[in-house]
């Protein structure tokens, strides 16, 4: 009986899982780089109208008095600090008429404090986040 057909057809199935498994892991790069290209173009649709004055001062007031580029979150600030204090007593114990040997003790009492602060850029820190400085309650 010739088993070189069964050989072939699990090296096929390796391969078909191999390529199923870096389609998947790519999807996560594929679609960030879809996001960041709209992202970029909005970005460019605002300058190129506020630069080029097809948006007068009409269109300007109409849209809130400015067009600001899109509000990233993650600009924020934070500072965290954790105290630890740790202590541990130990004693022993001599025995009495009914015990014999001792009686070991042990004490541990921990105290953690932990302080943290974070603050988040204004939105009017979109369009220059290196001018901008965190203060709790934010200012730019």
Known sequence: MNNKGQSILSEYVMIFFVV????????????RTLEARVHDAKNYAIDSLTSSGACDAN???AAGGSINH???PYYTASAASVLQNQQEGTGLTP???QVTGTIYNKATNENTSTMGISCQLPAECTNNPTGCEC???STC
């Open 20 to 31: 199923i498994a870096a389609a998947t892991a790519m999807t996560v790069f594929v679609q």
């Open 59 to 61: 269109c300007i007031q």
């Open 70 to 72: 899109e509000y990233e």
């Open 95 to 97: 025995g009495n008429g």
């Open 135 to 137: 203060q709790c309650p």
